[in-house]
């Protein structure tokens, strides 16, 4: 194919500027065609509107591509764990004790050296720039003003951590998928230091993940594509070489890289909790990738507790995986986490509304953690314990 020729095909044509057209009109508000005075509900909602984090998710579905809701939607396999993430949830029960006199909640607290006004981070996750033309810096942005909430910006970002820092906010910690050559990790633990990260986070929990959803869809995407031709043992089982060599003993070279506290993500149980204080970390994050690594896991609430056991608390325990309310912040509080991380619903916030959106959307949470933590008496975050809690596992 000639140049011209390949330009001339990727040249807008009559066919696309009228699709486009189309899909804009579509959505206008005021445009009779959506107005049903039979139905209410025949627009996507606006920010003023959203009641829930939930409201979020559809909100996002209606505006970003299939492609890139599925891989924040989406999980491992058959998505057995994404489900059991939520539903443990259901299987601890808050006790309210009305008649306490807490007063406000203080839910501020510290860990390791990082002060909050909530007892909540931002998990790290990858490319934001496909959720909205904002990017990361949009989601440091709704998290700053979402009470200065910290956030854990992803080695797979969109921007590099000494860019977003320049913008000066909420505190900011680093994720690192660690390199097998070891000194190759030294340039991006260094920089982000340098930056002000206040923490550096290694997960461990993605050594072998693939997402055939975007494949499964293929036909219903503007944009086909093919599965990636792959080579070599391990490839022939769908994941990538790089990250199957993780050993304990890499934290004793990263050490020697880091001075600001380090952390290991991606355990699910007490025995590797217990090795991990031996190895000397900082903190331990409970994390199954948001079920979207090893199918058949089971959920982090329900291991939470023996992690919590184990580390005996000589170190922070933080928790993520399947969060969407506040009340579900305040289970795992007082199951033993220290601190938790949401993922998703800050992604839905991001990809629907943009930075105001991630403000909102944390803001819903916390003032549930809030009021969660009233009708439970709890005064402070030292006062939450598993009395407050009833635990129905199976």
Known sequence: MTPTESRWRHSASRRKALAGLAGFLSGAIRLPGQQDRYRGHVRVAGLEEMRDVFDFEAAA???LDRETYNFTARGG???FTVRRNREAFDWVRLLPAAVRGTGSPDASGEILGTKFRYPLLLAPTAAHVALHPDKEEGTYEGCTKAAETPMILSHA?????ADLAKNNGAPLWFQLYARREMEQNREPCTSAEDA????IVVTVDQQASYYDRAYHDRNLSLRPRRPPRRTGNAARYRFSEG???YEWKM???LRSMVQVPLLVKGLLTGEDAAIAVETGLDGVIVSNHGGRTLDYTPSTLEVLPEIVEAVAGRIPVLFDSGIRRGGDILKALALGADAVCVGRIYRWGLGSF???GVTRVLEMVQGELEGSMVRCGAASLASIGPSMVRTDFP
Request: no cysteine; glycine share 8%; net charge neutral.
């Open 61 to 63: 579905y209606e505006r």
């Open 77 to 79: 396999a058959s998505e």
């Open 157 to 161: 970002a969109s921007m590099t951590f």
């Open 196 to 199: 002000g990260a206040k923490a």
């Open 243 to 245: 990250r199957i060599w």
């Open 251 to 253: 934290f004793e070279a």
């Open 354 to 356: 943009g930075v105001p």
